[in-house]
């Protein structure tokens, strides 16, 4: 039985389905802007009642693939597809998406139920079913008493809920979030998060989201794809991404982590056992427990997380691989743990991360303490690329 790979949100997985029909279907995109390539042929499948986000740095794309599938912008090639129907070419207002901006874009001078029930008065529905979806999206959100103020009597948070009803007030079949957080301070941002995939599970809607914050596509998601330079460079869960990384670069950009360039020495699996591999990282020697297609002599990155790494006054049991001694260089406190960065006998930087489970320690590690650094053969993983 394969390990787990972190807790599992919700038993919906239509991904591992081979049967299923994606809802929405990026097929070969490209988007050019004159000679500079904004998506490079990309395919991408997301499916019914998920909560997906496209997750990358500035400049990556997911903004452009995002308005692709709202109609601002079209494809230079490929299609995209919505129920299994093209869609190129249908202008935003008859696509069954609706877009919550980053800036939430209220009407200043209306009221916050006005707001709401601004797109259903364009869209001319009956005046009682108008009042019936504003009252639902209010409780919905949690601001029936705020019915009546302005945006500028609300605080950020409740200025970006009620853009949020107004995106829903609609009942669009996919909800497009650009960036729908980043205004919020952390505290608001992470109860905020919590809100949005309750909503997506109550109304069980699809939840398509753009982001460059880490942590806040680990909380809500689903699934998470990560972009670079136009392409996907991975899709998995949160857990997936995290745990398993598939090159440097996705290893690099989730969190914080160890990456330690090597060469492999030997590799051997042991019947009904996992693989495993033996490096040499320019004198540190490593063992991971790993299946992997890198052969001796191949030139690969050891990847290990900082929570991974124990760290220890006293010298582990075993000190000839996974295994070394260094100097606490730096500490970061944050509270429900620390960081420590170990500058290592060969002049490498090593972290360690150290859940604080007791408000006091008799004798905590501190600054310019001489420390070993140690950690099991399957907390690390080796990437090829």
Sequence with gaps: MAKSLGPVKRKFTPWTDPGAQPFIRFENITKRFGNFVAVDNLTLDI????????????GCGKTTLMRMLAGFEEPTEGRILLQGKDISGVPPYRRPTNMMFQSYAL????????NI???LEQDKLPKGEIETRVQEMLKLVKLEQFARRKPSQLSGGQRQRVALARSLAKRPKVLLLDEPLGALDRKLREETQFELMDIQH????????????QEEAMTVSDRIAVMDKGIIVQVATPAEIYEAPNSRYVADFIGDINLVEGKV???SAAAGQAGRLAL???GLKVAVEQECPALAGNTVAFAIRPEKVRIS????????VNAVRGEVWDIGYLGDFSLFLVRTEDGRVLRAAQANVSRLVDRPITFGDQVWLHWSADAGLVLTR
């Excluded at 009407?107 to 006005?114: A, D, I, L, Q, T």
């Excluded at 109550?202 to 914050?213: K, R």
């Excluded at 006054?313 to 000839?320: G, H, I, K, S, V």
Aim: net charge negative; proline share 6%; hydrophobic share 35%.
């Design 265 to 267: 020495v030997s590799t």
């Design 202 to 213: 109550t109304l069980g809607l699809t939840f398509l989201i753009v982001t460059h914050d």
């Design 47 to 58: 499916y019914e009642k998920e909560f997906f986000s496209l997750l990358g740095p500035s």
């Design 280 to 282: 040499d990282c320019d």
């Design 313 to 320: 006054l006293d010298t582990p049991a075993q000190t000839d």
């Design 107 to 114: 009407f200043p001078h209306m009221s916050v139920e006005k």
């Design 117 to 119: 029930a601004f797109g």
